[in-house]
């Protein structure tokens, strides 16, 4: 059964209805089958809600988790399953109308969210205008591991354009505010194997600094070719100058170098003429 608990009372006994439950009031219960995750929500981690799970066995549950009226969990979901192993009460409260949108908006708030967390949200129903995009970066990444989050926005939406002023934080609030828009997939499934074959090379392609350089060469190069400069980096990759304070043009000007490195037919070297926007 449930039990409110107050400031002024003791514990009673009150009705299972949750229309008829104060929003004011933290309630208790160990029905657990009452609970319900909300799709679109990040998943619990077991070994996190084990070790929280110990702290609440030792202090009891001191933030209530917030539900909605059809008892799915808005926030708390740690905090929930970590009672729930330990067979503890789960302290509530009840917040009418909330929905996975509330749910984006506290994790949000905390910091806690990872790209996962934002990709799997976007891709509800809920979020009509920006589930097609957040649906299309799904199954690129699912297709393109190798290549981290920051590449994979900026392949997907503008490529070489993007990669001229090699600013990452722009896609990155665009993605996590639900606003960023899929406009490159046709060229990005075309550079993303050569990407893929660039960062395999050497360690020191990996990140997202060198395939950034190399997009920019590929889009000034004439005759640029990407398997020729993923063999040269796997043989001379460990010539990448250190990335601490160098410009992306510089990192590409070094990568030119080595991409015509010991190559002695002229014809399979490129020239490289930065491009004459202000790159910072």
Known sequence: GLERSTLMSTNKKTGNKLNSMDPNIVYTTKDYDKFKYIP???????KAGDSLAASIAEVGLIEPITINEKWQIIDGQRRFKSCEK?????????????????????????????????????????????KPH??????????????NNNLILLLLHGGWEDAKTHSFFPLRKAFKEGEFKVNNLAEAEIMAPNLEKLVGAHKNARGQNVPCAALILNSQ??????????TKMAKYGHRVPGQNGLTIIDLAKALCRIYNLNTKDRK?????????????
Not at 40 to 46: K, Q
């Open 134 to 147: 957040y649906d299309k970066i799904h199954n690129f990444r699912e297709n393109h591991t190798t290549l």
């Open 221 to 230: 190069c004439k005759g640029f070719d990407w398997d020729h400069l993923a």
């Open 40 to 46: 679109g929500n990040r998943e619990v981690s077991v």
């Open 86 to 130: 330990r067979g503890l009460e789960v302290r509530f409260i009840l917040h009418k109308g909330a929905n996975l949108k509330h749910v984006k908006l506290m994790n949000t708030l905390n910091k806690s969210w990872k790209f996962e967390n934002y990709l799997n949200i976007y891709r509800q129903d809920v979020y009509a205008d920006a």
């Open 268 to 280: 399979k070297k490129i020239t490289f003429y930065p491009p004459k926007e202000k790159i910072e």
